[in-house]
């Protein structure tokens, strides 16, 4: 049974940090590349990183040159650092693993709540 299970969501400050992970379970992660989307009320689902089994990263244009996508393969982790938030970044944030070979196949986990207030 695959499993994506994030952390680490909650309530900060603008202009605060936060570090999201997600553990993955019942894949072969280092066959599959992981990312991070987020969702605002009444709004689209947005890419916000992500990262290939070989590690090239991908981010999102509005979180650019503040968030950090890493993988860790040993804990079958994927993190997100964002810094300088703003209630912009308010959302659910929500773990994708996608697998490298075919058929392709994605799952994603039941996502965390991220609040920035101003």
């Known amino acids: 049974q695959v499993q994506l299970v994030e952390s680490g969501g909650g309530l900060v400050q603008a202009g605060g940090s936060l570090r999201l992970s997600c553990v993955a379970s019942?894949?072969?992660?280092?066959?599959?590349?992981m990312g991070w989307y987020r969702q605002a009320p009444g709004k689209q689902r947005e890419l916000v990183a992500s990262?290939?089994?070989?590690?090239?990263?991908k981010y999102g244009d509005s979180v650019k040159g503040r968030a950090t996508i890493s993988r860790d393969g040993a804990k079958n982790t994927v993190h997100l650092q964002m810094d300088n938030l703003t209630p912009e970044d308010t959302g659910v944030y929500y773990c994708?693993?996608?697998?490298?070979?075919?058929?392709?196949?994605?799952?994603w986990g039941q996502g965390t709540q991220v609040t920035v207030s101003s």
């Open positions: 994708k693993s996608t697998r490298v070979y075919l058929p392709q196949y994605d799952y």
């Open positions: 990262i290939t089994s070989g590690g090239t990263t």
């Open positions: 019942g894949i072969t992660f280092s066959f599959n590349d």
